[in-house]
């Protein structure tokens, strides 16, 4: 088999092709990864937060982006995970600590920026209901 009958094998055909494939990654990510199945349990406390304190449109959006942004930031951390997994064949090195440390740290950055997003639209609403 010549490298363009390998190509066309695992090319995309198609759009729903596609869709497929990503489908099936986000919820091969749900079914093994643990820290996604608490970012989807976490997204909808959140989302049905903005709906018992009606938050506005854009505080919508911006509950939407951090939700969207931890989970695919998450999606990316678990396979940056298991391709150095794959190319360490499991063994230490170090290399593979920092890319996998770098790709965490970046799911803490985005983490960091929902619970502030967080943190900044829901807080008053409490603190009004309280006190």
Excluded: C
């Amino acid at each position: 088999m010549d490298s363009q009958d390998n190509k066309r094998k695992w090319k995309n055909r198609d759009l729903i092709s596609s869709l497929e494939f990503a489908l099936t990654g986000i919820f091969t990510a749900i079914k093994d990864e643990r820290n996604m199945r608490k970012h989807a349990v976490t997204a909808l406390v959140v989302v049905l937060a903005g709906f018992v304190f009606q938050v506005s449109r854009i505080e919508w959006l911006f509950l939407l982006m951090s939700i969207f942004l931890v989970v695919a930031f998450e999606i990316m951390n678990s396979a940056i995970e298991n391709v150095v997994d794959l190319a360490s064949h499991y063994h230490f090195s170090m290399l593979a600590k920092k890319a996998k440390d770098m790709a965490a740290g970046a799911v803490l950055v985005v983490s960091l920026f929902a619970a502030v997003t967080g943190a900044l639209i829901f807080l008053p609403r409490i603190w009004d209901i309280l006190f």
